[in-house]
Structures are given as C-alpha cells and as structure tokens.
C-alpha cells in the first residue's frame, strides 16, 4: 500500500471514531447570532435600568421594582429563545450538510451534561431573584453557563471549552465588582459568542 494511501486510510478512520464520540455538527453561526440577539437584548435592559443617559460608570445599587423585574425577565426569556430557535435549526441544518442525524446517542449525552450545571444554575437565579440578591445574578449566568460549555465540551469541539473558562472568569470578575454586572453580561453572552461564533464558522462551517 502506497503512503498517500495509508495517510487516507487513517484520516478516514479517524475522522470516523471522531462523529462516534463528538458531535461535530454545531454551527458557528447560530454563536454569532445568539450573541447579536444577546447584544440588542443587553442594551434594552440596560436603558430600562439606568436610564438612556446612562454611562457605563459602576452602578451599587439594584431595582426592586416588580414591573421592570418582569419586564427584563421577558427580555432575557426572549433573547433565551431566540438563540435556541436559532441554534437548533442551524445546527439540524448543518448536520443534513454532513449526513448525519442530529438526534443520535453522542448529541444525547451533549445535552444530558449541559443541562444539569444549565437547570441547576437557572433555579439558584430564581432563588436569588425571590431572596432580591440581584447583585450576583450576572455572575451566577456566567459561571454556570461556562460549567455547562465545560461539561459539555467532551463530545463536541473543543474550542467550546475555552468559551466556558471565559465565562467562569467573567463571572468571577463580575462577582468582585457587581456595579458592573451587566457589562460582563454582555461580553460574556454577547461578545464572546460573536467570536467564538466566527471562530467555529470559518474553522469547521466553511
């Protein structure tokens, strides 16, 4: 057998173990469009709490007040449905590309591990949101987003690691400085998607 065959020979087996144990049909473009969707729900909140002449100077104080709570509740429930609309048909879409099935046992166990830091974390933000901690809401969507991402990252790309650590160190930094919760919100959610986005579009989408 001639090298350039067994070179192909390997590439092929490889490339076969690979789609046996990662899921390798997310797309990059759902990231970026989640992070857009994520940039323009951000700045409606951020008016809605301090006002359209509002700098982006470090705010210690905190609303209590019922009608805005609920309404960023629907602005976050909105952009939250949007990106998974998005992203799950993009990523049905990029797998018929590749002939595969979006639904098979590796996707299962991506979406078993991602849910449980995801559930966990989102009834610890409904905790603190009836206990008025809205201090460390921001930080706690970080963190346990990023946990997600990480758990998550052993059966797809890797590269979705090294989004979850970003997040965790976002959400840690927002944790020591609160007054600028929203801020890291929004690179977290929404710059680093658009990046992370753009990096898996043009690494694995092309």
Known sequence: MKEKDIY?????????????????????????????????GAGIAYKLVYGRNAGLGYRDFYINEPLILWQLFF????????????????????????????????S???????????????????????????????PSCLIFYGLALIAGSHYTFSDVKWLGFFEIVL???????????????????SLLHIIYGSVMHFKYNK
């Open 171 to 189: 959400g840690l930094a927002a944790a020591l400085l609160p007054g600028y919760g929203i801020v890291f919100w929004t690179i977290g959610f």
């Open 8 to 40: 192909s020979e390997l590439s092929s087996i490889r490339s076969l173990m690979e789609r046996s144990s990662k899921f390798i049909s997310l797309s990059g473009l759902s990231g970026i469009l989640a992070g857009i969707y994520a940039l323009v």
């Open 75 to 106: 602005i976050a429930a909105t952009v939250l449905i949007l990106s998974l609309i998005t992203g799950v048909w993009l990523t049905i879409r990029q797998a018929r590309k590749k002939g595969e099935n979006v639904w098979n046992p590796v």
């Open 108 to 138: 299962k166990r991506l979406l078993v591990n991602m849910s449980i830091p995801l559930f966990t974390g989102g009834f610890f933000i409904l905790i603190l949101l009836l206990r008025g901690e809205y201090g460390i809401i921001a």
